[in-house]
């Protein structure tokens, strides 16, 4: 007996299983990391490509926290003498609106002598 080497539409299915995983998987990753999730979903469907895909996904940076991060360091920058403005951090680490920030000199007069 030979074995049948016929090409049937069957023998795809376990491929298209696969990349509807990796598909699901980008979709989740490009979503949490902040990027278009529609693209990254499609080229995920391709076989052998969406292994790249997913690599890629995995190491890339979250652009939200980039974001963020960004307009922290704006505030910063406007504030000018580099003390985090009281309406984004109080001193307890939460949001206070309309607080006025510490000054400098109260920071050291109850810890002793300051630095020299």
Not at 39 to 58: D, G, H, K, R, Y
């Amino acid at each position: 007996m030979e074995p049948t080497t016929s090409f049937t539409p069957a023998s795809l299915w376990p491929i298209f299983a696969t990349s509807i995983g990796f598909a699901l998987v980008a979709f989740c990753l490009a979503k949490n990391k902040g990027r278009r999730t529609l693209p990254w979903t499609l080229v995920a469907l391709v076989p052998l490509i969406n292994m790249f895909c997913l690599a890629f996904l995995v190491g890339a940076s979250n652009l939200r926290l980039e974001r963020k991060l960004d307009k922290l360091l704006q505030a910063l920058t406007e504030c000018g003498n580099g003390v985090m403005p009281a309406a984004l951090v109080s001193s307890t680490g939460t949001s206070t609106p309309g607080a006025s920030p510490p000054s400098p000199s109260a920071q050291w007069s109850d810890a002793g002598p300051g630095p020299d």
